[in-house]
């Protein structure tokens, strides 16, 4: 399948998830981990998806990725109905340890990628560069991954997704390991490079700041098993950036409705309650 048609068609659905399912049944223990999820998202739209540690957050995202075939309903891509790994999606795992080739360095890591797709040697090199660049590793191109800190292998693990220049980028919880200031750099890179390559995104975690500050809408998760609480636009201007838009108001606002919402799911009751100039569904 090639992607690249349709997302140049901003505005149509990119990514569509309907009645999805998910039990996990073995050893005598059966785990519904997603009950009944139903959403879109729109080709060059990033999403964030935000919900309690537990809810099923990775096992929707495995389901999107074709990574885990669910239980019931249906993921579609581009149209598409997703039965394996689709070809112009690169993910990023919250487990970026078991991601990364151990016998492999930095730069062959996010080269392997390239190679699958046939790309010229020549481009290759000059795609892991800039990747690498752009999460400020150049420098460790030829180290082993188990020579870097935990945080610097989460960036490999993002230098090869964005290397691979996916029409659909899929992150769950990419940033959880890495320190305060640079998991602020890395927010910007995700949301510059979303602006600059019209890229659709779904982005996973459970940090309801990042999840307001990123997105341009907001799917809030209920606790386990697990459906769409609620989702939320997020009307904060395009122009972002860490210092202005974490202390407005709307921002203030924004964020306390999706905590509230949390908690709420939390307790499975949801707040019937509109944030200031936005009616909620
Ligand atoms: N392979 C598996 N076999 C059995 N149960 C599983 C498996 N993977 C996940 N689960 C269960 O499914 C539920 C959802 O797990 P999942 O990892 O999708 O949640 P999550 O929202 O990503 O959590 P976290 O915020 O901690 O990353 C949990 O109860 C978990 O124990
Ligand atoms: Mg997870």
């Not at 990514?15 to 729109?42: C, H, I, M, P």
């Not at 919900?51 to 019931?72: D, F, H, I, N």
């Not at 997704?161 to 320190?179: G, I, K, N, R, S």
Request: aromatic fraction near 6%; charged fraction near 25%; hydrophobic fraction near 40%.
């Amino acid at each position: 399948m090639n992607l690249s048609n349709v997302n140049l068609a901003k505005g149509r659905s990119m990514l569509d998830v309907r009645g999805l399912q998910k039990v996990y049944e073995g050893s005598g223990r059966r785990v519904e981990a997603v009950r009944d999820l139903t959403f879109t998202v729109e080709a060059g739209e990033l999403v964030c998806l935000v919900g309690p540690s537990g809810c099923g957050k990775t096992t929707l995202l495995k389901c999107v990725g074709g990574l885990l075939t669910p239980t019931a309903g249906e993921v579609f891509l581009g149209g598409e109905r997703v039965t394996g790994p689709p070809p112009g999606m690169a993910v990023v795992f919250q487990e970026y340890g078991r991601s990364l080739f151990p016998w492999m360095r930095v730069r062959e890591n996010v080269e392997l990628p390239l190679k699958q797709k046939k790309l010229p040697s020549a481009r290759r090199r000059e795609l892991v560069a800039d990747a690498l660049e752009s999460v400020g590793l150049t420098d460790a191109a030829g180290a082993y991954p188990w020579q870097l800190s935990g945080g610097m292998q989460q960036r490999v693990a993002i230098a090869r997704a964005l290397a691979y220049e996916p029409d659909v980028l899929l992150m769950d919880e990419p940033f959880a390991a890495v320190d305060a200031q640079t998991r602020a750099e890395l927010e910007d890179l995700v949301r510059g490079l979303w602006r600059q390559r019209g890229i659709t995104i779904l982005f996973v975690t459970h940090d309801i700041d990042e999840a307001v500050y990123l997105g341009e809408r907001v799917l809030i998760l209920s606790s386990s098993p697990t459906v769409v609480q609620e989702q939320l636009k997020v009307d904060l201007p395009a122009e972002r950036d860490q210092l202005h838009t974490r202390v407005a108001p709307r921002f203030a606002e924004l964020r306390t409705h999706v905590y509230e919402q949390i908690q709420a799911a939390k307790r499975g009751t949801p707040v019937d309650r509109v944030v200031k100039d936005q009616r909620l569904p």
